[in-house]
T-cell receptor
């Protein structure tokens, strides 16, 4: 059974701190790993990773994939209160249609 | 503005009643998806549709039904056979079924008592 596990499930830090969110996966086949940010209601797309060792970066957020060890990390530097959200990791396991398998999410809270 | 709309935002129903959740997109996307989100769990796929007039069961399809008569619309019916229907339901779409990026609607929170 395809599985995606995120850790920690919950994280509380102070504004300005740097955080690292983890996502490990076990899938029969692998095409890509995606990160989403869920504020209030709808998740919004952050990154798609397909190749090991290539960092994707967007402002203070960055992510990297390790296909040998089957995990990805999402880093957020100089955190701001607006970074408070649930961060979802999903894997596309090539089952024909794009059927993403999601992790449980990490609830990140940034305190001022 | 292009996007996905879901209605209503909150829905309350009595146990034993069927209820239909609306999902509409004007992104001209071929593929559409329904997910369920429970506290402490990731999104779980209920049904998906790769193209009009076609849909497939996801991982937790029991107690749900869908239709895809129009490209823009993918309504989800939660039937009385669904044992734990109270949840947050998210609809998503993608350009086609091979596209990586899914766009999500704002969600519907269904409470069944």
């Amino acid at each position: 059974e395809d599985k995606v596990v995120q850790s920690p499930l919950s994280l509380v830090v102070h504004e300005g701190d740097t955080v690292t969110l983890n996502c490990s996966y076990e899938v029969t086949n692998f095409r890509s790993l995606l990160w989403y940010k869920q504020e209030k209601k709808a998740p919004t797309f952050l990154f798609m990773l397909t190749s090991s060792g290539i960092e994707k970066k967007s402002g203070r957020l960055s992510s990297i994939l390790d296909k040998k060890e089957l995990f990805s990390i999402l880093n957020i530097t100089a955190t701001q209160t607006g970074d408070s959200a649930i961060y979802l990791c999903a894997v596309d396991p090539i089952q024909g249609a794009q059927k993403l398998v999601f992790g449980q999410g990490t609830r990140l809270t940034i305190n001022p | 503005d292009g996007g996905i709309t879901q209605s209503p935002k909150y829905l309350f129903r009595k146990e034993g009643q069927n209820v239909t959740l609306s999902c509409e997109q004007n992104l001209n996307h071929d593929a559409m998806y329904w997910y369920r989100q429970d506290p402490g769990q990731g999104l779980r796929l209920i049904y998906y549709s790769q193209i009009v007039n076609d849909f497939q069961k996801g991982d937790i399809a029991e107690g749900y039904s869908v239709s895809r008569e129009k490209k823009e619309s993918f309504p989800l019916t939660v039937t009385s056979a669904q044992k734990n229907p109270t949840a947050f339901y998210l609809c998503a779409s993608s350009r086609d079924f091979s596209s990586y990026e899914q766009y999500f609607g704002p969600g519907t929170r269904l409470t069944v008592t």
